[in-house]
């Protein structure tokens, strides 16, 4: 399956890039309601490096989310990969495009629900809305904070 997310941000696409390089990004990025603890940051410029985050699933089921940095290319994309998680599969690709207004953040998910056809079955219902309403969150938190940014 395939996710996409797209938002046009008013600031430079190194701006955009800067934002996903601050130390407490990823922290910045997390949703209030996903209650996720991150046990080890990843540095994303370095290829190979990990981010740990345990959380809880629906709020009752424990899981741990091991994600690997897998290509950086600034200030137009960089990537991660599920090592361990709930996904049967997981790669997601923040791509930052220059667009006449500033940047183009799109971030691209490919992934396998768990639990085969199940999960196929499920992810609509259960999967992709909180998916959409994670990434609206990500993207409102990067828009304001590079717009705010920017203008300052």
Not at 120 to 130: C, E, K, S
Request: glycine share 4%; with cysteine.
């Amino acid at each position: 399956m395939r996710y996409t997310k797209e938002t046009l941000i008013k600031a430079s696409p190194e701006r955009v890039f800067a934002f996903h390089e601050l130390p407490d990004a990823f922290e910045r990025l997390v949703p209030p309601w996903e209650n996720a603890k991150v046990v080890q940051k990843a540095d994303i410029s370095v290829i190979g490096s990990r981010a740990v985050i345990e959380q809880k699933i629906f709020g009752v089921v424990p899981s741990r989310w091991v994600a690997e940095h897998t290509a950086y290319d600034p200030p137009r994309m960089f990537e991660d990969v599920q090592i361990e998680g709930p996904f049967a599969s997981w790669r997601h690709r923040h791509v930052i495009e220059p667009h006449p207004e500033g940047a183009l953040l799109r971030d691209e998910i490919d992934f396998e629900p768990p639990m085969s056809i199940i999960g196929d079955l499920a992810a609509p219902i259960f999967i992709l809305p909180r998916i959409e309403k994670m990434f609206d969150y990500r993207h409102k938190v990067t828009k304001e904070w590079c717009e705010n940014e920017a203008a300052a």
